[in-house]
C-alpha cells in the first residue's frame, strides 16, 4: 500500500525463532509460489490459532489472504504470504510511492505535502526522546532517503538500509546517502547507535523476533527505538474491517496494536517510554479503503472517516490508525 514505508527482508529463517514456519506450494496468485504458515504464535509461542477474516490484496494481485490470531495473546497476522525471495512482485507497481517517488494524482501529491510536515515532526520526536541534538542514527527500511536526508541536516552521523535499489539509487543521486542493501545490517558492530528508527516497516519483517533481538543488540546503552505501526486496534480499522487499507495483505505480516507492541519490547528487554498517535495516516487509510469498497465520492467519505478518527483518538490515542512507538533498551 502507498502509504506504507519501503519493505525491507532483514534475516533469512532461523530456527531459534519463536515462529516456525512450514513452506508450502501454492497455484494461487501470479503464479506458483512458496508461502509461509505459520505455526505457533511469535508473541507467545502459543499454537491455538484461530482465523478472524479474509482480507483480499486490492493494491497489487486481488488475491485473498486470511488473518489469524492467537487465542492466548491475540496477536494478528497474516497466514500464507509469500516467502521473502518471492513477496517482491507484490511491490512491483508504479503508484507504490515509497518506491517510486511519484508525485502524480492528487492522493500522491497529499501524501509529499504531508510528509514534508511529518519529516520536521520525526525529527523533533528523535532528538527529544533521545535527549540528544546530535548522534548516531539507523533509519532500517529508509526507502528514497528523504528522512535519512533531514536527519543528515541536522547534524546527525546518519547509516542507512534499504533492499531496494532503486530507492539506494535514488537515495544517492539526490541526497548523496550511501544507504546499504539489507545484508548492511550484519556488519554494523554491537552498540553502533543512539537511536534506531522504523518508520512503517517491522510490519513487513518475516522474522520478527530476530529482527528484535537484532535492534536490542546494535543499540548503546539506553539507546532509543522508536517503531511506527499501523494500528489494528484503531477507530478505521474496526470501521472497514477487511477493507482496512492497513492491512495491506501480502505486504504487512504482522498487525499490532499498543498491548501486542508493549507485550513485544518487553520479551526483547525494552521498555516502552511512550508511544504517540499518527492522526494524518487514518485520512489517508480511509480514503484508500472506501476506493477498496468501490464507494462512490470515496475522498469525501475517506476525508469525513479521516476526520472522525481524528477526534477519537485525540480522547484516546489507542485509537490513532497508526502509532509511534518510543523504547528505551534495558
Known amino acids: 500500500m502507498a502509504y506504507t514505508s519501503l519493505f525491507i527482508c532483514l534475516f533469512a529463517p532461523n530456527s531459534g525463532d519463536m515462529c516456525p514456519y512450514m513452506n508450502t506450494f501454492t497455484h494461487d496468485g501470479y503464479k506458483q509460489m512458496n508461502k509461509l504458515t505459520i505455526n505457533a504464535c511469535p508473541l507467545c509461542g502459543g499454537t491455538n490459532l484461530d482465523k478472524k477474516k479474509t482480507c483480499t490484496d486490492f493494491y497489487a494481485s486481488g488475491e485473498q489472504f486470511d488473518l489469524y490470531q492467537c487465542r492466548d495473546c491475540s496477536f494478528l497476522f497474516t497466514q500464507g504470504v509469500p516467502v521473502e525471495k518471492e513477496i517482491g512482485k507484490y511491490y512491483e507497481t508504479p503508484d507504490y510511492i515509497s518506491h517510486s517517488d511519484t508525485k502524480k494524482g492528487l492522493m500522491n501529491g497529499i501524501y509529499h ?193 479521516g476526520a472522525t478518527a481524528w477526534i477519537h483518538c485525540l480522547n484516546n490515542k489507542d485509537k490513532s490508525s497508526s502509532i509511534i512507538y518510543v523504547f528505551r533498551k534495558k
Request: with cysteine; charged share 25%.
Open 113 to 305: 505535502k504531508v510528509r514534508t510536515y511529518m519529516l520536521q515532526k520525526k525529527a523533533q520526536l528523535v532528538s527529544q526522546a533521545s535527549g540528544k541534538s546530535t548522534g548516531r542514527i539507523l533509519d532500517i527500511g529508509t526507502g528514497t532517503g528523504y528522512f535519512s536526508h533531514t536527519m543528515q541536516q541536522k547534524g546527525w552521523n546518519v547509516s542507512a538500509v534499504e533492499k531496494s535499489a532503486q530507492a539506494r539509487t535514488f537515495a544517492k543521486k539526490n541526497f548523496n546517502l550511501d544507504v546499504k542493501d539489507e545484508s548492511g545490517l550484519q556488519e554494523f558492530t554491537p552498540a553502533s547507535f543512539d537511536v534506531i528508527t522504523l518508520w512503517h516497516v517491522i510490519e513487513h519483517l518475516e522474522n520478527l523476533n530476530d529482527t528484535w533481538k537484532r535492534l536490542h543488540e546494535l543499540l548503546s546503552e539506553k539507546g532509543t527505538l522508536i517503531i511506527a505501526v499501523p494500528n489494528c486496534g484503531s477507530y478505521d480499522a474496526q470501521k472497514y474491517k477487511e477493507f482496512w487499507a492497513a492491512y495491506d495483505v501480502p505486504r504487512h505480516l504482522w498487525h499490532f496494536n499498543p498491548d501486542t507492541m508493549k507485550r513485544f519490547c518487553e520479551k526483547h528487554n525494552f521498555e516502552m517510554v511512550d508511544h504517540l498517535p499518527m492522526p494524518f495516516d487514518a485520512f489517508y487509510v480511509s480514503i484508500l479503503s472506501e476506493k477498496y469498497k468501490k464507494n462512490p465520492f470515496s475522498f469525501v467519505k475517506g476525508m469525513c472517516t
